[in-house]
């Protein structure tokens, strides 16, 4: 079944009532790392429609890990590909399980934006910040050949801003 992930922004309150009025879907209230003033709320669902009046919607292509639900830190990595390497970078990810092997890792999704099959979002979860640091510094790190400006590889971190029931 295919699955989706959708995401708006807005401000705290806004979002907090969009959440609050649809407790039954588990959005999740985030806070962007590099300015906590910018918020986001996000459902992983297989519904492609979404309850957002203007959304983000990403299908997820392949993940890894413990998928049933999004939780701990989230680190989003954008990039955009050609077809060809967007057919081999997929293909790769699929056949890699080494993320998985890495201290606090908890999951990671392959996402493409419904609106440009070019772009891409790798998205990871992890226990703390730090492992998601640890792995990024490392050299088995998959992402580091594509860390040049042909490919407008750029990063996002959120944490959750209204903490709700979750196990890490």
């Known amino acids: 079944m ?3 992930l959708h995401v708006t922004f807005g401000s705290k309150d806004v979002l907090q009532n969009v959440r609050n009025n649809n407790l039954e879907r588990g959005l999740l209230l985030m806070s962007d790392e590099s300015d906590r ?3 986001e709320l996000l459902e992983k669902t297989t519904d492609k429609k979404s309850v957002f009046a ?5 299908e997820i292509l392949a993940s890894h890990g413990e998928t049933d639900e999004l939780r701990g830190w989230m680190n989003f990595t ?3 590909l050609n077809d060809l390497e967007r057919d081999n970078f997929i293909r790769r990810y699929k056949a890699s399980k ?3 092997e890495t201290p606090g890792f908890i999951s990671s999704y392959i996402l493409q934006k419904t609106t440009n099959a ?4 790798i998205l990871s979860t992890w226990r703390l910040k730090e492992n998601w640091s640890d792995w990024q510094e490392s050299t088995d790190f998959p ?3 594509y860390e040049h400006s042909q490919y407008n590889l750029y990063r996002k971190q959120l944490s959750f801003a209204a903490l709700a029931k979750q196990k890490l």
């Open 118 to 121: 070019h772009e891409l979002v």
């Open 54 to 58: 203007m959304p983000v919607t990403y």
């Open 143 to 145: 992402l580091h050949r």
């Open 78 to 80: 954008f990039i955009r």
């Open 2 to 4: 295919t699955e989706y």
């Open 98 to 100: 080494q993320d998985i």
């Open 37 to 39: 003033q910018k918020y």
